[in-house]
């Protein structure tokens, strides 16, 4: 990407369905999809299918008994150490834990449980930083905490940490792994400390929410504790709230655009803030000193210049159904086909200069000093007459007169 910030790539992986979560795995290589639809997808760097999780029988009354999530998707993430395992949750009640390599069944299943023992709808859920805890986020306003291995009954179980009937929009670790943050719908953020977890260490309000899916999360350094406000259309600006973690005291705050703050994420490793908006911008905040690579390598490079050749490529025609010699090899990309195309002795062989002089190898020169090269130059000579028509049919008037013999005596015959 250079400083024009344009996408080399546009996909619809899920066609009509909503996005409600992407995330990179630990080692980058490959891509959560979570949208609204049952079955989470896995993407490559290049956008093409790794996996497509099964889909469940929704016949099936006991959800653990199912291979896959039966009704429509709220969140997932990645195993912080794992790299082949991601988790998921969804409207059936569910919260799964699935392996890329396997993608007919799931690995574990996790049931959140109202205080009477009923089914309730998990909107969240992500690990705890080493991976040995699932963290879920419910409707009923309850955040349960199970082990990894333990699937049956919950580790720490709080039950009123947010508002019953609002969305739990996001849970998140500290870094140390002894506090949990979560934003609920109730326009609140929470912390939590997991040895201790009753009542929360610390509260903030008036944080609006409109959006089932804003975040919250740590600084890399742990001091710190960032979250997003919403706004209702031409009302205000949506920012970015910063809090101390310990004094828990608004300590500055971002006004990004005349929308709603939605998604926020504080890269580790980067050193940087990617903000996503409600009215479709994506934001980068970076510091020119503490910050590294990512948004500071596009702004350095250039815009690159379009080639003209890139234009005129032939379009690529899709034949699903084709016989395997009649099917055209797939493009991954113009730069690549044109490497390729410079390979090929016959479309990269240069074109034979003009002849100059005597003609050689069975070619005639355009000006040769030949006799027959010149008669061959001069038979193509313009031959057109650009003499008055009138006066060349008047030149033979004396000659008709005086023998008439090719004019009335041949038509009285």
Wanted: net charge positive; with cysteine; aromatic share 8%.
């Amino acid at each position: 990407m250079d400083a024009a910030l344009q996408a080399f790539r546009s996909l619809q992986p899920c066609e009509c369905h909503q996005i409600k979560s992407l995330q990179y795995s630990i080692t980058g290589d490959v891509l959560l999809v979570v949208a609204g639809n049952a079955q989470a997808k896995v993407l490559d760097r290049d956008g093409f299918q790794v996996m497509e999780c099964v889909k469940g029988d929704q016949y099936i009354v006991d959800m653990a008994k199912t291979k896959g999530h039966t009704a429509m998707l709220n969140s997932g993430c990645w195993h912080p150490k794992t790299k082949e395992e991601f988790m998921t949750c969804s409207n059936d009640g569910t919260v799964r834990t699935w392996d890329v390599n396997n993608e007919k069944n799931h690995k574990s299943v996790f049931k959140p449980r109202s205080q009477q023992g009923k089914k309730v709808v998990p909107t969240c859920c992500t690990y705890s930083r080493d991976g040995k805890l699932v963290a879920a986020g419910c409707q009923d306003g309850t955040i349960q905490i199970w082990d990894r291995n333990l699937s049956v009954h919950t580790k720490f179980h709080c039950r009123q940490a947010h508002a019953p009937g609002t969305d739990t929009s996001c849970l998140a670790f500290s870094y140390d792994g002894t506090q949990l943050a979560s934003r609920g719908g109730d326009d609140t953020l929470k912390t939590w400390d997991i040895r201790n977890f009753r009542k929360p260490l610390n509260v903030a309000t008036e944080l609006a929410t409109v959006f089932p899916m804003v975040d919250c999360c740590f600084s890399p350094d742990d001091k710190l504790l960032v979250t997003g406000t919403s706004v209702k259309k031409g009302e205000g600006t949506g920012k970015l709230v910063f809090f101390d973690r310990v004094a828990f005291q608004k300590v500055y705050e971002i006004e990004v655009t005349s929308a709603s703050v939605v998604r926020c994420l504080w890269h580790p490793k980067l050193n940087q803030i990617m903000v996503g908006t409600g009215n479709g911008l994506a934001k980068v905040y970076y510091d020119p000193v503490k910050s590294q690579r990512g948004a500071m390598l596009c702004v350095v490079k250039s815009k690159r210049k379009e080639k003209q050749a890139e234009t005129l490529t032939q379009d690529y025609i899709i034949t699903p159904h084709a016989l395997p010699m009649f099917r055209e090899a797939r493009q991954r990309s113009t730069r690549k086909q044109l490497e390729k195309d410079r390979l090929d002795p016959m479309k990269s062989h240069k074109p034979e200069p003009p002849v100059s002089g005597p003609g050689r190898g069975g070619r005639v020169g355009m000006h040769g000093g030949t006799l027959s090269s010149f008669i061959v130059k001069n038979i193509a000579l313009d031959k057109t007459d650009d003499s008055n028509p009138r006066e060349a049919i008047l030149r033979h008037a004396k000659e008709a007169a005086t023998n008439p013999y090719w004019v009335a005596p041949a038509y009285s015959r």
